[in-house]
């Protein structure tokens, strides 16, 4: 093996390297990270807690690492530089926090379609478009539709707002028409208006958790099947059934970010906030003995009736207009996309600067 640059080195020809193995992927690869655990929530992630109450992460993906930390010698141990940018995701540092954004992937994006000069729009989906399988509507290139899906897809790491137009979308990678190309390509201007987008990571606050979850019953035109989803933040076949089965789901992804901020040492014993816009659905979680209502639902109803009388999950009704999780599962107009978007945690890095332009002037008037 090559000689890594920069190593101090008296004879280059009496030096080999040696691959130590159990750093890629092996059982026994924990080990070879002197003092750092492996999570039991996701085993890409290490974490070392010193005895002065200091933390280390680690994340390894593959042969990339992502290190934090509030333990100013450790990582200057292991790293001399901030992290700014990983696997196409910029990060900017700020006394407010942390904000992640794929700025530069999306210019290239609208570049490669040929669409950075298109009209802005406030919607990444016409909601008066109902997509289906599209039958009288003419083919196009089934390769170049996968591989702008396949791109947009990549972007909601940090621009969570156009899920559900991206989910609607890629149903129909394997037999793609003009309408689901056209749906495609609507979502390219939403995202030259938004460019600066991106998720802001807040900092202070109590590690308190909260769920939201949504349902759209019967909201696919193709197949007549429910589109769900949740969305989770750490703040330091009937309606009912559907919104039922997505709050299992949402209860699911609690427990994972309890066990991850256990072993962060982060997590407060305070119930776990649950965000439901059916009153049927929380009056099913509350008493699962309701046989007309619950016949085709199995496991769920005693498994979140179990987490509630635990203590683990407080339900808590919220009006469809203010329920965040509606941005995965249906298109709304542009009012409610904002507020949503708002309340999602996102923030547009061009507006801040722009703000800040703003301020600076009044301050000198």
């Given at each position: 093996m090559t000689i890594p640059p920069g190593y101090p080195l008296s004879n280059q020809s009496k030096v080999v390297c040696r691959l130590k193995k159990a750093l890629y992927g092996l059982k026994q690869s924990p080990r070879a990270y002197?003092?750092?655990?492996?999570?039991?929530?996701?085993?890409?992630?290490?974490?070392?807690?010193?005895?002065?109450?200091?933390?280390?992460?680690?994340?390894?993906?593959?042969?990339?690492?992502?290190i934090t930390s509030d333990d100013t010698n450790e990582i200057q141990n292991l790293i001399s530089w901030r992290l700014r940018y990983f696997l196409g995701?910029?990060?900017?540092?700020?006394k407010e926090g942390i904000f992640i954004s794929q700025h530069k992937y999306t210019v290239d994006l609208l570049q490669e379609t040929r669409q950075l000069a298109c009209k802005p729009?406030?919607?990444?989906?016409?909601?008066?478009?109902?997509?289906?399988a599209g039958g009288d509507s003419p083919p196009v290139n089934k390769e170049s539709f996968q591989r702008l899906?396949?791109?947009?897809?990549?972007?909601?790491?940090?621009?969570?707002?156009?899920?559900?137009?991206v989910s609607s979308s890629s149903?129909?990678?394997?037999?793609?028409?003009?309408?689901?190309?056209?749906?495609?390509?609507?979502?390219?201007?939403?995202?030259?208006?938004?460019?600066?987008?991106?998720?802001?990571?807040?900092?202070?606050?109590?590690?308190?958790?909260?769920?939201?979850?949504?349902?759209?019953?019967?909201?696919?035109?193709?197949?007549r099947r429910s589109t769900s989803g949740?969305?989770?933040?750490?703040?330091?076949?009937?309606?009912?059934?559907?919104?039922?089965?997505?709050?299992?789901?949402?209860?699911?992804?609690?427990?994972?970010?309890?066990?991850?901020?256990?072993?962060?040492h982060l997590y407060s014993q305070g119930c776990i906030k649950l965000y439901c816009d059916n009153q049927s659905a929380i009056a099913i979680a509350h008493n699962p003995v309701q046989h007309d209502r619950t016949k085709y639902i199995e496991i769920d109803p005693q498994f979140i009736k179990e987490k509630i009388e635990e203590g683990m999950i407080n339900l808590m009704f919220?009006?469809?207009?203010?329920?965040v999780a509606n941005i995965f599962t249906k298109g709304p107009p542009g009012p409610t996309l904002q507020k949503l978007v708002f309340k999602l945690g996102m923030s547009n890095i061009h507006t801040q600067l722009a703000g800040g332009v703003r301020q600076a002037k009044i301050s000198l008037l």
């Open positions: 002197q003092g750092y655990k492996q999570s039991n929530a996701d085993h890409t992630l290490f974490i070392k807690h010193n005895s002065c109450g200091g933390m280390t992460v680690l994340i390894v993906y593959v042969n990339d690492i992502l995701i910029e990060v900017a540092h700020s729009i406030v919607t990444p989906v016409d909601i008066n478009v109902k997509l289906g899906i396949e791109k947009l897809i990549y972007l909601n790491h940090t621009r969570p707002n156009v899920a559900y137009a149903q129909f990678m394997n037999d793609p028409r003009e309408i689901h190309l056209q749906a495609a390509y609507h979502i390219l201007p939403y995202l030259k208006n938004t460019i600066g987008q991106g998720l802001l990571f807040s900092r202070g606050g109590d590690s308190i958790v909260e769920i939201y979850t949504d349902a759209n019953d019967v909201g696919s035109v193709s197949d949740y969305c989770s933040f750490v703040v330091s076949k009937s309606s009912a059934e559907a919104e039922f089965k997505t709050m299992a789901q949402g209860i699911c992804e609690a427990i994972w970010i309890k066990i991850l901020l256990e072993d962060l919220i009006n469809c207009t203010n329920q």
